[in-house]
């Protein structure tokens, strides 16, 4: 276990370094984004994430923002696709 711990905050230092979003998903049913900067657009079959670096593209259906901190969004529904904008 200490070693998947240390192996896990390497990749943490790792990406806060590149200033990258860390990106969860659940199946095609469930997307956590963390390192958010803001919804660009939103609707039920699209919506665009500004984290700085890039731009995250999620194309679905019945896409709903579940919840919304000021750096992370859960977003919930069909999920088809999911791109990057750099």
Do not use: W
Request: aromatic share 4%; charged share 25%; glycine share 8%.
């Amino acid at each position: 276990m200490k070693e998947h711990s240390k192996e896990t905050k390497r990749k943490s230092s790792f990406l806060s370094t590149l200033n990258a979003p860390c990106i969860e998903l659940s199946g095609n049913r469930e997307l956590l984004i963390e390192g958010s900067k803001g919804v660009l657009s939103y609707s039920a079959d699209s919506v665009r994430v500004n984290t700085g670096g890039m731009i995250v593209n999620i194309a679905g259906r019945e896409l709903d923002l579940r919840c919304i901190s000021d750096s992370a969004l859960i977003i919930d529904g069909f999920i088809m696709s999911l791109s990057f904008t750099v």
